[in-house]
């Protein structure tokens, strides 16, 4: 079984100490990586950024924006550290049932970034199954996750949840899901 790990501290300076070697952190797919811990990584790695201006100009595109939401992109930073934008959410902020692609009626709903989030991280799980020479691999990974890489802003009727018990009780089981049985332990991150 997958050993979580929740610690206090800034994931970038773990990822420059060598404690994780894989951050994947929760992006949305409107605005780019203007504040939070998605601007402090585009402001220390401009290429993780470059990215993700890519990736929001083809999600203007409705038909492309549609095969974007739950997507992982992976961007190396060397063969041994990795970033990934995980796209979980369609606007910022909180869940809504506002409409971002009218041809497919999809909804930027809590369960839409459910759904998306799992897939991103099957993805991410999927990119590290099989051994390529000088790549990381399920067995050299170490993935740290910021506390709120979920996309999943607090709804209305858990507001009571500390930060922490939100994670555990809607992101942990997914990390479980994608992870369990592929790597020893993941890490997260909060401050």
Same mark, same amino acid.
């Given at each position: 079984m997958i050993q979580l790990n929740y610690i206090n501290k800034d994931i970038l300076q773990a990822f420059e100490e060598d404690e994780i070697n894989v951050i994947l952190h929760?992006?949305?797919?409107?605005?780019?990586m203007g504040a939070g811990l998605a601007k402090k /990584? &585009?402001?220390k790695y401009p290429q993780v950024n470059d990215f993700d201006k890519i990736m929001i100009s083809n999600c203007k595109d409705t038909s492309l924006g549609i095969i974007k939401f739950g997507? &992982?992109?992976l961007i190396k930073l060397s063969e041994t550290k990795h970033i990934w934008n995980i796209y979980s959410q369609w606007y910022k902020g909180s869940p809504s049932n506002n409409t971002? /692609?009218?041809v497919f009626e999809m909804q930027d709903s809590f369960i839409n970034r459910i759904i998306a989030l799992k897939i991103a991280l099957k993805n991410v799980r999927a990119n590290y199954h099989f051994k390529r020479d000088g790549d990381l691999?399920?067995?050299t990974i170490k993935i740290g996750i910021p506390l709120i890489a979920s996309g999943l802003a607090k709804q209305k009727e858990y507001k009571y949840l500390s930060d922490l018990d939100y994670f555990k009780k809607f992101i942990e089981p997914i990390i479980i899901e994608c992870f369990d049985n592929k790597i020893?332990?993941?890490n997260i991150y909060y401050l």
């Open positions: 929760q992006c949305n797919c409107t605005v780019g /990584i &585009a402001d997507y &992982a992109d971002f /692609i009218s691999t399920c067995e020893e332990e993941l």
